[in-house]
């Protein structure tokens, strides 16, 4: 079982690749796989989670913590490092299992052989603390300087988020600033820890709060440093810079060590539940821990009502927003796993209810219509103007905000998943009933009628396939809408009949009584567009078969630049057929109980080959599906793509000229619904937990673990069948 990342070799070309690759994180924020000499030139970043700011006149997105990793070295008075000459060896490493990133760099400065070594984590045991241990070998007497500390000149996309700098030196060293927006608190603590007598003095500028320790070293000798880190800010303390100070000042080498076990026990702890082992393909066995991997450092499993923004905590990318991705990529990962997570994410959307209903408000409608970039509280960061054209520079106007109106089904889609698995009243009670009759009002008042056909239509929307917009009749859309509505409406009922004077009151708090009659009578009266008789086709929406019916790679030689956006009104993509993501074949892989083989097997083969997946959102999709039509080894190469996204790091980094790299949790999350969901057939019925296994030819056998009802279970799967057992 591989579980240790590595590259060997320098390769400085790859500083920004290898910040997402090798990033360690808690859920409370993220650190870059940069290494300890690089700054913001190479986004070296320290990401906070649901710390949000805005500069004026530029988009509003989550705070980068000063960077307290910032070291470097000097020997003999000479700079040493990447940064200034290429090291005669390197490597980057990467423990999945523990969360802990190595780094190697040898230098030769005249006779002297010099090594530097360094490790770090982001404690999975006690979210504020940074953990470094930071080494140097040399192999001719001399003398050495470390430099380490506090490099508050940080990497923004939209920035500078931060101000008034206040920098306290000693024993510890202190920077604490505040946000442009609400003046909110980031402060950033170090103690420094060596065995080795030294010499140590401190020097500080605008943004830079350093420690210099000086060595006298003897040939063959190795010096040591071990760095205690806390990071607080406002979104969770009144006093940050008070609780940073506190709990650094008592602070010992020997709570180091312990903080280094507590952190690798809970990590222990999580693989030992949440491990899969495929046998027979070691890529594929270690693309998917690695993806599980990335999906476990970003959950937010020290509070409730934060969620996991769509780049993870890899970055300031896509203004740190949470999108659909959560609900319906992430969170079956951890329904399967960690259901009372998965019940904290869903908080989050409950406690944006008042966002989601002032979006409605705002757009004429009623209801709630949630944020399609949701930053605290809900708030919608959706600029109406999201992509520059490459050519005449000026912002495109797109319609993600107002008119990609399925955001609200997919949140009431995760509810009922959450609902079904785990049969928690509770969490529908507390807001998630409220929350699903409000999405369901949402769709009442958005819906058209057309009389002579005597059914409802939703137009002018914008489906998963961002290429196509103000659409009518998405069929995506429209299917979970209508879904909303009867969910509503289904788990109105099934409360009532537990809870009928809870239910009562909440229906009479919202008025609701004439509502949930138009339910009844207007859900089954929506106009979802069906196979067709004679093709067995859905038409992704209304006059889609009409476009140019072309191929993405006959699109890539019309483009005039690289990064223009093939959406749009101009886009190369806009009268095409050729789409984004996985829409219709989305539609069909949620929905699949309501299609006949032949119905799944016709539209996966007609739309296959018009996506260009241009989002890391449509391969898993068109895995899954492919396993649901017996079609094991073209769903293989999906599996892969999904799983190793973050890996080779082949995946779009620009819409128009913005920025959108980073890590990507939805496709770790797909890896795993491909793996297990999909070649591994696992469902959950009324009968209880069922695995119909259809793994890839090279697969020999994969195991793995899920948690049900208050049981684990341990599932094997091969080609003669499935094993399950309690454990």
Known sequence: ?????????????????????????????????????????????????????????????????????????????????????VPVAHSQSLDLYTAIHQRRSEFAVKNN??????????????????????????????????????????????????????????????????????????????????????EEYF?????????????????????????????????????????????????????????????????????????????????????????????QIIAPHHCSGLSIPARGLSGQTYKGAVFWDTEMFMMPFFLHHDSELVRNLLQYRIDSLTEARKKAASYGYRGAFFAWESQEGGFDATSDYNVVDVFT?????????????????????????????????QLLLAGGL????????????????????????????????EYHERVYNNAYTSKIAQFTMTTALQLTEELRSRHPEVVTELLEKLTFSEDLAALKIMAPKIFVPKPAASTGLIEQFDGYFKLEDTLPKILKQRLLDPKEYWGGAYGVASDTQVIKQADVIMLQYLFSNEYTQEELTKNWQYYEPRTEHGSSLSACIYGLTACLIGKEEWAYDY????????????????????????????????????????FCGLKITKNGIQSQPRLPQKWRQVSFKICYQGQTYQINCSHEGSQMTII
Request: net charge negative.
């Open 113 to 198: 052989h010099i090594t530097i070594e360094a490790k770090r984590t982001a404690s999975a045991a006690e979210v504020h603390t940074l953990l470094l241990d930071y080494q140097v070998t040399v192999t001719e007497k001399t003398t050495l300087e470390i430099v380490t500390g506090i490099d508050g000149d940080i990497w923004d996309i939209n920035g500078p988020h931060l101000q008034d700098y206040q920098m306290e030196s000693g024993q510890i060293l202190q920077l604490t600033a505040a946000t442009q927006e609400s003046g909110q608190q980031v402060s950033v603590g170090e103690k420094v820890f060596s065995e080795t007598p030294h």
């Open 393 to 425: 520079k000026r912002p495109q106007r797109t319609y993600f905000k107002d008119k990609q109106i399925h955001i609200s089904g997919d949140i009431v889609y995760a509810l009922k998943q959450y609902f079904q698995y785990t049969g928690d009243d």
């Open 203 to 295: 020097t500080v500028d605008q943004k830079h709060l350093l420690r210099h320790l000086s060595f006298k070293l003897d040939a063959g000798e190795t010096v040591k440093i071990s760095k205690l880190i806390k990071i607080y800010h406002c979104g969770e303390q009144q006093n940050p810079q008070r609780a940073c100070r506190e709990s650094l000042v008592t602070a010992t080498a020997k709570d180091i060590q312990q903080a280094w076990e507590a952190h690798k026990k809970v990590w222990q702890a999580r693989w030992a539940l949440t491990d899969v082992e495929i046998a027979g393909d070691e890529a594929a066995d270690f693309a998917l821990r690695y993806s599980l991997y990335q999906l």
């Open 1 to 85: 079982m591989q579980h240790i990342l590595t590259e060997d070799g320098f390769q400085p070309e790859a500083a920004v690749h290898f910040g997402n690759k090798f990033l360690v994180a808690n859920g409370y924020l993220g650190v870059r796989g940069t290494l300890e000499e690089y700054t913001k030139e190479e986004l070296a970043a320290i990401n906070l989670a649901g710390l949000y700011d805005q500069v004026p006149d530029k988009w509003r997105e989550p705070v980068n913590a000063p960077n307290p990793f910032f070291t470097f070295i000097r020997v003999a008075q000479q700079l040493v490092s990447v940064k200034t000459q």
């Open 434 to 465: 409220e929350l699903a009759l409000e999405a369901a009002r949402f769709y009442l008042s958005y819906l058209y009628y057309k009389p002579e056909k005597d059914h409802y239509e939703l137009i002018d929307v914008l489906g998963p396939d």
């Open 639 to 678: 599996f892969m793509k999904t799983a190793e996204v973050d890996l080779t790091g082949e995946s779009k980094s620009f819409a128009g000229d913005l920025y959108i790299g980073g890590t990507h949790p939805a496709a770790n999350g797909g890896a795993w619904m491909v793996a297990v969901l999909g």
